[in-house]
């Protein structure tokens, strides 16, 4: 007999997409369901889906036609649900399409094509307490939802929306929640970090008996009291963003930026509607290491963009060179539909874009070999995410998110457990990550 409290899940994307589903997950096992991963057996599967570049609106597409084809009811939800027409054309077998963060719809869905015998009249969702999809041991917190740029290569604000930030003191609880859960490591994220609390004009919220503005200064003072690491997620070059480096200095926040730059030409940057120039980011980045001298930056570039010319690129390879930023990833131009470049003259045949993007990798990987190298000899802090066999584990130093930046192996790292901090001797390091020995163990959340 069929289990129909059964229903799988698969969540596609970036980190953003990552809570939106925990936040449906939660929601579904508040009124009775059993949350199973996609490859499990179930009627029905709800797929959150990913449209930002190309090859990730492909994978969502081959994702909702291996489960037709397996003859499950197929709920669709995510970036690439904004396109509902779109999908119900190529996809008419589909039971419900919503976009990004529609929780209640997706469990209506669920309601209406796989019901349960009882379940609970009232649907109640409490960010706060949501089911988490990561190891316990660290968390993404969303500040915002939306984006207010118009960037011409991306779609996302017509699916997400504008700038809507959430209260501090609500955020600030929920990291709370997620620490005294077992979370050692909090992870910041929004489309841009560095807008939080414009669009509340930064009002104040009441937290710990005083008012706190609603800024992303603030909330990082006051999320690095709570938890031993706090890392950001994806910040653009503001000069407000200056008020976060001094608490990356005095340990309040990891010394880590993810600053998504997409080019450094400014006829490019101007084409892509970007909002900051690629002079006044080096000269700002510069400035932060001068205050922070541990940073460690990684950042996004993508090539090939309609109208870019050899001298275009030429100018972002001077741009890497002078930066000397951690770790670069170098995507090419994806023509999205309905992103406003794609109307652009001058549109670089694929050939070159993936010779661009070699150029990029050959010029980054001796300056990411480098910055790797000032580690070596050094005894790091690593936050220890799995255990292998032979005694050996894995782990990231304050410079590596989750899933994105390199690791550290530890040989004869016998007696540590996932969430675990650990000191690691640095002995060497290949093209991504560290390899050590452990040199003793810091179970307690502080130093």
């Not at 084409?271 to 930056?297: F, G, N, V």
């Not at 570039?301 to 309609?306: A, E, K, L, N």
């Not at 000397?324 to 995507?331: I, S, T």
């Amino acid at each position: 007999m069929t289990d129909t409290s059964k229903v799988g899940y698969l969540s596609l994307g970036c980190p953003k997409a990552l809570v939106d589903s925990e936040n449906i997950v939660t929601a579904l096992a508040d009124q009775g369901y059993n949350v199973v991963a996609a490859e499990e057996e179930s009627n029905l599967l709800v797929i959150n889906t990913c449209g930002f570049i190309e090859a990730a609106e492909e994978e969502s597409f081959a994702a909702i036609e291996e489960a037709l084809a397996q003859q499950r009811e197929v709920v669709v939800t995510g970036c690439l649900g904004a396109r509902a027409d779109q999908l119900r054309q190529r996809f008419p077998q589909l039971r419900h399409i919503s976009g990004p963060a529609q929780v209640t719809p997706v469990v209506d869905a669920v309601r209406t094509y796989q019901p349960l015998v009882q379940h609970p009249e009232a649907l109640t969702i409490d960010t706060e307490q949501r089911t988490r999809l990561t190891p316990e041991h660290y968390a993404y917190v969303k500040i915002s939802e939306g984006c207010n740029h118009k960037c011409t290569f991306c779609i996302i604000p017509s699916m997400r929306g504008p700038l809507v930030s959430r209260q501090i003191d609500a955020v600030l609880r929920e990291i709370e929640q997620a620490v005294h859960a077992g979370a050692r490591e909090i992870l910041l994220i929004a489309q841009d970090l560095s807008a939080y609390g414009l669009d509340q004009r930064y009002a104040l919220r009441p937290w710990a008996g005083e008012e706190i503005a609603t800024r992303l200064g603030e909330l990082c003072a006051a999320a690095g009291e709570i938890a031993p690491w706090v890392r950001l997620h994806y910040v653009y070059p503001y000069p407000h963003v200056d008020s976060v480096i001094p608490l990356m200095r005095d340990g309040l926040v990891l010394p880590y930026l993810d600053m998504p730059l997409q080019h450094a030409s400014p006829t490019v940057l101007k084409a892509m509607r970007r909002p900051a120039a690629a002079q006044k980011s080096l000269e700002r980045i510069l400035r932060w290491r001068e205050i922070c001298p541990e940073l460690a930056i990684r950042s996004t570039f993508i090539v090939g963009f309609p109208g870019e010319t050899d001298d275009d690129v030429g100018q972002l390879l001077d741009f890497l060179e002078a930066a000397q930023l951690d770790r670069v990833g170098c995507f090419t131009y994806s023509a999205i539909d309905g992103a406003q470049a794609n109307r652009l003259d001058g549109h670089v045949a694929e050939r070159e874009k993936l010779d661009r993007q070699e150029r990029v990798y050959e010029t980054q990987g001796p300056i990411s070999a480098a910055r790797l190298d000032r580690l070596l000899g050094t005894t790091q802090r690593v936050l220890i995410d799995e255990l292998e066999d032979a005694g050996r584990a894995r782990g990231r130093t304050r410079f590596d998110a989750p899933d994105i930046d390199g690791e550290v192996y530890i040989d004869a790292a016998a007696g540590v457990k996932p969430g675990d901090f650990a000191w690691v001797a640095i002995e060497r390091h290949d093209d991504h990550d560290l390899h050590g020995t452990l040199a003793g163990t810091r179970v307690a959340l502080l130093d």
